[in-house]
């Protein structure tokens, strides 16, 4: 790897970069990673050349260093940096940044340019967070009830293996407690075109225990009969979601 080794008090590859501004949402992994992402393949950070030192960087994305280093690992196990010790050390982009983890990214790619990403967000958004909260707004049957939990459950246990497919069963058990069959048939629908990006890109364990604890969120506001609160869960979880798709994928 060529190692742009910068001499004694110079400042990192793109540190003063307003890439490099604070995170706006609750999702600070996903963001992270999104933002990193982002300076890497807008050159900010070039091939070789290290990333601002994770102390200032974290006060800079205004984040822990604990979620900066989940972060920067999971770029790591993805190839897209490696960590250096010494003198010298730190954390560099490498040589040839991979497009993603996957080998069929560069097809996805091609199919899904940034406006039908930001389309089927959007769409995403709007079906999603109006199912949590007309869930939230029904009085469930117990079966309803029961049903919900068992989902919430199942993607809670599932290994990373099969943590997408049951992840897509929860979304779906929200749509379906809704009591809307149309709106089953299109949150299907954009869940299978979301499945199409997800496939794409690499699992990483901190946003899966991420999703785990935003499902439980989303769950909960439901089950309370708390509408607002379903819709704003959601939201969150959608949003975390769509940052590590735009990074992996933009």
């Known amino acids: 790897m060529r190692e742009r080794e910068a001499s004694a008090g110079s400042v990192p590859a793109g540190a003063e ?3 490099f501004r604070p995170l706006r949402t609750g999702n600070a992994f996903e963001e992270t990673v ?3 992402l982002q300076a890497i393949r807008l050159g900010v950070v070039g091939p070789g050349e290290k990333l601002p030192a994770e102390r200032e960087l974290a006060a800079r994305l205004n984040v822990s260093r604990v979620t900066l280093r ?3 690992r999971a770029l790591q196990q993805a190839g897209f940096v490696q960590s250096r010790r010494g003198r010298y050390g730190g954390t560099f982009v490498v040589d040839e940044p991979p ?3 996957r080998h069929d990214v560069r097809g996805v790619a091609r199919r899904w340019d940034a406006a039908r990403l930001a389309d089927v967000f959007t ?4 079906l999603e967070t109006g199912a949590a909260e007309a869930a939230a707004a029904r009085e469930l049957t117990a079966a309803e009830r029961e049903h919900l939990t068992a989902k919430l459950a199942e993607a809670g246990r599932a290994d990373l293996a099969d943590f997408r497919r049951r992840d ?9 407690v809704t009591g809307s069959s149309a709106l089953v048939s299109a949150v299907a629908d954009v869940r299978m075109r979301l499945n199409e ?5 690499p699992l990483l364990e901190r946003n899966i225990e991420h999703s ?3 499902h439980e969120q989303v769950v909960a506001a439901i089950l309370a009969g708390n509408p607002s609160a379903a819709r704003e869960a959601m939201a969150e979880h959608l949003a975390g979601t769509a940052s590590l798709l735009r990074g992996f994928l933009g």
């Open 17 to 19: 970069h307003p890439m």
């Open 34 to 36: 999104e933002r990193l």
């Open 212 to 214: 785990r604890e935003q």
């Open 123 to 126: 769409f995403r958004h709007v």
């Open 168 to 176: 897509s069963r929860l979304h779906l058990a929200i749509a379906e």
């Open 99 to 101: 497009t993603a983890i």
């Open 197 to 201: 990006l997800l496939d794409a890109i």
């Open 70 to 72: 989940e972060a920067i």
